[in-house]
């Protein structure tokens, strides 16, 4: 639950931690999900029971040497021996026969078998996810991290109490392999793939599919065998299909589809009081030469399994913990520059000796964390990958995201990934997406203008000049003259003044181009008045104000208070989505006071849930990562009174709650939405209609937009205001 601190402002512990009320209810524990980055395009992600309950879900998730996602190494099934009892501790979720009675509410569709969450103790997710069980008079812990620039799980079993008698504990884990694409399913085969070649203290499994061979290090003993766990299903995904209602039925369940994972074999190991039992899965076969040369292991290296992952551990803590420091010294920087331009009582706060933003703060150490999973090496340069664990990079979300690694003041990776992309510029346009072989695609405008909106911020804040004239000044004038004069995609300014793109009958005006192009004119007059070109920053600004007037009168929308969508030929089209609320968030706003202020209520009234935004009027689903342009735009138009702070103090307690609830460690891509009082259910596609793209569990985006917004727009208050 939140609480509020001495100060006023809201809190929430960071570091979820999970009892049994929570781990024995096998649903909200599968709505607990945790997600870990290797800094390399690879992941590791599951949920607090333990099960996986989307396809992406794995100990392992690496890039293969064509850059395609890979499934290296799913999940480890854990059983106890303790005296002449055996116990399974983990948890599997199979298909399970149909079975409703006629007229009965459809049953979930599966069953945990084995059923382990019913003996957790606890579960905690910061620093490293770590359950802990306790059956037959033995508690065991279970930990795991990613080795940061490889791709490789450690995973760490200690026998935290053993037997009243002391004696042994005999703990035998299963590596279940399915070697696909995080978006498939894996059949049984029965082809020679799996085979294990092992050697005392280390095992290697080759998928034979051309995935990548796995290798393990354990500290045990190794025993092949080839068994297969059938009828695998991940119930937080969208079924594949929906069958037609059976005779008798009211309720039709949706088949779920099912996958099956290969146990090339058994690891054991016999654990005394306070032993431990290590295993280390990597794509690379010289995981710990790599890492000695590196200099992680320190010289010597250690002799033993258990030394090294110690030292491994220790360094992941050390790095975590140095990354949450900066971001909190940064983002307290900023707000404290914030509030200073806030004006009023933040000049105040502005100079107090106390933070304005602490360790104990209730977002910044969370999403900064959530940000820093996204930043990831890919074809020789730094990006931001959007969404994770699937990964896909694309352009316009990767540059959206900047400004708040700018709010935390880490300047030199978001001055890499905006290097990154200027390298990239083709024609004008940025990349809109980068496929699994680094290769970009462009056509989208967008992309380009949230370069352009990047650049002149990370300028600003840096004041980095020499960056300013030798890379940012050229390729937004590049950008810029290419978008005036036409470019690929059909992107050109018209004999309207307005941005269009596409081509044909695709050809359209949008709204939210438009908005950004205007901010782009805008942000590229700062940046010539900072490489000292004045009369070039007369000339755009100028410009932007010439283009505010053609929107005004061409795309404004009386009748219903906001912009219409988009121009197609000379016929507007009207609508309503979150992208309109750029025209009021990106400084200075492109709407004057009055349209600004109904462009808000209608998004407020039609859109708006303090989870997030629906993409449009009746959606089932929110998408929290358009909360924060929404926070900036509400406060904008309210004057940043006390009471719009208070509100939007509200909706952000109730968002933490969702959150609390949901993930451990990130911000899901979307989120469920109560529509008229009722449940949100999520719909089955239409027969014949394609589903679109499962949501990510955890967007970067959303955690990037909800954290400048709780720096940059949330005014700090010595004591709460009423909520209106």
């Given at each position: 639950?939140?609480?509020?601190?001495?100060?006023?402002?809201?809190s929430?512990?960071?570091?979820?931690?999970?009892?049994?009320?929570?781990l024995?209810?096998?649903?909200?524990?599968l709505?607990?999900?945790w997600?870990?980055?290797?800094?390399m395009g690879?992941?590791?992600?599951?949920?607090?029971?333990?099960a996986l309950?989307?396809?992406?879900?794995?100990?392992l998730v690496?890039?293969?040497?064509?850059?395609?996602?890979?499934?290296?190494?799913?999940?480890?099934?854990?059983r106890?021996?303790?005296?002449a009892?055996?116990?399974d501790?983990?948890?599997?979720?199979h298909a399970?026969?149909?079975?409703?009675?006629?007229?009965a509410?459809?049953?979930?569709?599966?069953q945990?078998?084995?059923?382990?969450?019913?003996l957790?103790?606890?579960?905690?997710a910061?620093?490293?996810p770590?359950w802990?069980?306790?059956?037959?008079?033995?508690?065991?812990?279970?930990?795991?991290?990613l080795v940061?620039?490889?791709h490789?799980v450690?995973v760490?079993y200690?026998?935290?109490e053993?037997?009243?008698?002391?004696?042994?504990?005999r703990?035998?884990?299963?590596?279940?392999i399915a070697?696909?694409?995080p978006?498939?399913?894996?059949p049984?085969?029965?082809?020679?793939g799996?085979?294990a070649?092992?050697v005392?203290?280390?095992?290697?499994?080759?998928?034979g599919?051309g995935?990548?061979?796995?290798?393990?290090?354990?500290s045990?003993?190794f025993?092949?065998a080839?068994?297969?766990?059938?009828g695998?299903?991940?119930?937080?995904?969208?079924p594949?299909?929906?069958?037609?209602?059976?005779?008798?039925?009211?309720h039709p369940?949706?088949e779920?589809?099912?996958?099956?994972?290969?146990?090339?074999g058994y690891?054991?190991?016999?654990?005394?009081q306070g032993?431990?039992?290590?295993?280390v899965?990597?794509?690379?076969?010289d995981?710990?030469?790599?890492?000695?040369?590196e200099?992680r292991?320190?010289?010597p290296?250690?002799?033993?399994?258990?030394?090294?992952?110690?030292?491994?551990?220790?360094?992941?803590?050390?790095?975590s913990?140095?990354w949450?420091?900066a971001?909190?010294?940064g983002a307290?920087?900023t707000a404290?520059?914030?509030?200073?331009?806030?004006?009023?009582?933040g000049?105040?706060?502005?100079?107090?000796?106390a933070?304005l933003v602490?360790?104990?703060?209730?977002?910044?150490p969370?999403?900064?964390?959530a940000l820093a999973?996204?930043?990831?090496?890919r074809g020789?340069r730094t990006?931001?990958?959007?969404?994770?664990?699937?990964g896909?990079e694309?352009?316009?979300?990767?540059?959206?995201?900047?400004?708040?690694?700018?709010?935390?003041?880490?300047?030199?990776?978001?001055?890499?990934?905006?290097?990154?992309?200027?390298e990239?510029?083709?024609?004008?346009?940025?990349p809109?997406?980068?496929?699994?072989d680094?290769r970009?695609?462009?056509?989208?405008?967008?992309?380009?203008?949230w370069?352009v909106?990047a650049?002149?911020?990370?300028?600003r804040?840096?004041?980095d000049?020499?960056?300013?004239?030798?890379?940012?000044?050229?390729?937004?004038?590049?950008?810029?003259l290419?978008?005036?004069?036409g470019?690929?995609?059909?992107?050109?300014?018209?004999?309207d003044?307005?941005?269009?793109?596409?081509e044909?009958?695709?050809?359209?005006?949008?709204?939210?181009?438009n908005?950004?192009?205007?901010?782009a004119?805008?942000?590229?007059?700062?940046?010539?008045r900072?490489?000292?070109?004045?009369?070039s920053?007369?000339?755009?600004?100028?410009?932007a104000?010439e283009?505010?007037?053609?929107?005004?009168?061409?795309?404004?929308?009386?009748?219903?208070?906001?912009?219409?969508?988009?121009l197609?030929g000379?016929?507007p089209?009207?609508?309503l989505?979150p992208?309109?609320?750029?025209a009021?968030s990106?400084?200075?706003?492109?709407?004057?006071?009055?349209?600004?202020?109904?462009?808000?209520?209608?998004?407020?009234?039609?859109?708006?849930?303090p989870s997030?935004l629906r993409a449009?009027p009746?959606?089932?689903?929110?998408?929290?990562a358009?909360?924060?342009?929404?926070i900036?735009?509400?406060?904008?138009?309210?004057?940043?009174s006390?009471?719009?702070?208070?509100?939007?103090?509200g909706w952000?307690?109730?968002l933490g709650?969702?959150?609390?609830?949901?993930?451990?460690?990130h911000?899901?891509?979307?989120?469920p939405?109560?529509?008229r009082?009722d449940?949100?259910?999520r719909?089955p596609?239409r027969s014949?209609?394609p589903?679109?793209?499962?949501?990510?569990?955890?967007?970067?985006?959303?955690?990037?937009e909800?954290?400048?917004?709780?720096?940059?727009e949330?005014?700090r208050?010595?004591?709460?205001?009423p909520?209106?």
């Amino acid at each position: 639950m939140l609480t509020q601190s001495a100060r006023g402002v809201l809190s929430f512990p960071v570091a979820m931690r999970l009892g049994q009320d929570v781990l024995c209810d096998l649903e909200l524990a599968l709505a607990r999900e945790w997600l870990l980055a290797d800094g390399m395009g690879g992941t590791a992600s599951g949920t607090a029971a333990g099960a996986l309950s989307r396809r992406a879900h794995a100990l392992l998730v690496a890039p293969a040497a064509d850059g395609r996602l890979t499934t290296a190494l799913l999940q480890l099934d854990e059983r106890l021996h303790a005296g002449a009892e055996s116990i399974d501790l983990g948890c599997r979720l199979h298909a399970t026969a149909e079975a409703d009675a006629p007229g009965a509410a459809p049953e979930p569709g599966y069953q945990a078998r084995p059923a382990g969450h019913r003996l957790l103790e606890s579960f905690h997710a910061d620093p490293l996810p770590t359950w802990r069980w306790r059956a037959a008079g033995v508690t065991l812990e279970k930990s795991l991290f990613l080795v940061r620039g490889h791709h490789a799980v450690v995973v760490a079993y200690r026998l935290i109490e053993g037997t009243q008698d002391d004696a042994p504990v005999r703990l035998v884990v299963s590596p279940m392999i399915a070697a696909r694409d995080p978006r498939d399913l894996q059949p049984e085969s029965d082809g020679p793939g799996g085979a294990a070649q092992a050697v005392p203290g280390r095992v290697r499994f080759d998928p034979g599919n051309g995935r990548p061979p796995l290798t393990l290090w354990h500290s045990g003993t190794f025993m092949p065998a080839r068994v297969w766990h059938r009828g695998l299903v991940h119930p937080a995904e969208r079924p594949d299909e929906t069958p037609a209602p059976r005779r008798g039925r009211r309720h039709p369940r949706p088949e779920p589809a099912t996958e099956d994972a290969l146990v090339p074999g058994y690891l054991e190991c016999v654990l005394a009081q306070g032993g431990a039992f290590h295993v280390v899965a990597a794509t690379e076969s010289d995981l710990f030469r790599a890492l000695a040369v590196e200099g992680r292991l320190g010289a010597p290296p250690p002799r033993t399994l258990a030394e090294c992952v110690e030292m491994l551990a220790r360094a992941e803590r050390e790095r975590s913990a140095r990354w949450r420091r900066a971001a909190v010294a940064g983002a307290d920087f900023t707000a404290r520059q914030a509030a200073t331009a806030h004006g009023g009582q933040g000049e105040a706060l502005a100079r107090r000796a106390a933070p304005l933003v602490d360790d104990q703060d209730p977002w910044v150490p969370r999403l900064a964390q959530a940000l820093a999973d996204g930043l990831v090496q890919r074809g020789g340069r730094t990006t931001l990958l959007t969404g994770l664990p699937t990964g896909d990079e694309r352009g316009e979300e990767t540059l959206r995201a900047l400004p708040a690694l700018i709010a935390l003041r880490a300047f030199d990776p978001a001055r890499e990934v905006l290097r990154g992309y200027i390298e990239y510029l083709s024609e004008g346009l940025a990349p809109e997406r980068f496929a699994a072989d680094a290769r970009p695609s462009y056509g989208d405008p967008a992309p380009g203008l949230w370069l352009v909106h990047a650049a002149e911020l990370l300028a600003r804040r840096s004041e980095d000049l020499e960056l300013v004239r030798e890379a940012i000044h050229p390729a937004v004038e590049s950008i810029m003259l290419a978008y005036r004069s036409g470019t690929r995609g059909g992107v050109h300014v018209a004999a309207d003044g307005l941005l269009w793109a596409g081509e044909g009958e695709a050809a359209c005006c949008r709204a939210d181009s438009n908005a950004l192009w205007f901010h782009a004119l805008v942000a590229t007059a700062q940046l010539a008045r900072l490489a000292g070109r004045k009369e070039s920053a007369a000339f755009y600004l100028a410009w932007a104000r010439e283009h505010q007037g053609r929107m005004l009168a061409t795309m404004w929308d009386e009748k219903r208070g906001c912009l219409y969508e988009a121009l197609v030929g000379d016929t507007p089209r009207p609508g309503l989505s979150p992208s309109q609320l750029l025209a009021v968030s990106l400084p200075p706003p492109l709407l004057p006071p009055d349209q600004a202020v109904r462009l808000v209520a209608a998004v407020e009234r039609d859109l708006f849930t303090p989870s997030g935004l629906r993409a449009s009027p009746g959606a089932d689903a929110v998408s929290p990562a358009w909360l924060g342009p929404f926070i900036a735009a509400y406060l904008r138009v309210n004057q940043r009174s006390p009471e719009a702070q208070a509100q939007v103090r509200g909706w952000l307690e109730a968002l933490g709650e969702t959150l609390g609830g949901l993930a451990t460690t990130h911000v899901p891509e979307a989120l469920p939405s109560p529509r008229r009082g009722d449940a949100a259910a999520r719909r089955p596609p239409r027969s014949g209609a394609p589903a679109p793209p499962e949501p990510q569990p955890a967007s970067v985006l959303a955690a990037a937009e909800l954290l400048r917004a709780w720096i940059e727009e949330v005014d700090r208050v010595e004591a709460p205001a009423p909520v209106a």
